[in-house]
């Protein structure tokens, strides 16, 4: 979460400027920089919460596995192996759309090209998730 904060600061300082003050200030993909920059967090956003709905399925889904091998310890894992695995996708999804960022530090296009980034990788992992869940088996 740390990592997420720090690759937020920039948006977050953006949405605090003066030019935010506006509470009429909305998504408009075709409008403003600001105005996309809001689109591009919308979009995030909802990537987002689906992730964190899908995570709590797939969550559930390994603590099933894990609980059919309630009599061999040794095969049990599946759920503590998923959740080191989403710890290292975030770090992994922040660092690298902060690094894609930096096309336009400290430019007003800056917050656009982290979240557009982070949506796009959130959803991929979505659908990586949805594959375990599968028993590997894509949509």
Not at 70 to 78: E, F, I, T
Not at 94 to 123: N, W, Y
Request: proline share 4%.
């Amino acid at each position: 979460m740390k990592k997420l904060a720090f690759c937020l600061a920039p948006l977050a300082l953006f949405v605090a400027s003066p030019a935010f003050a506006d509470d009429e200030m909305k998504c408009n993909p075709e409008g403003s920089q600001a105005e996309m920059n809001i689109c591009a967090w919308d979009d995030f956003q909802k990537a987002d919460d689906e992730l964190n709905a899908v995570y709590k399925k797939a969550v559930a889904y390994t603590k099933k596995q894990d609980d059919d091998y309630a009599d061999q310890p040794n095969l049990k894992g599946a759920a503590a192996a998923l959740k080191k695995a989403q710890r290292a996708w975030i770090d992994y999804r922040d660092g690298h759309c902060e690094g894609i960022g930096f096309g336009a530090r400290g430019g007003s296009m800056e917050p656009m090209l982290v979240a557009g980034c982070q949506e796009e990788l959130t959803k991929k992992r979505i659908a990586d998730l949805k594959a375990l869940m599968d028993d590997g088996e894509t949509k």
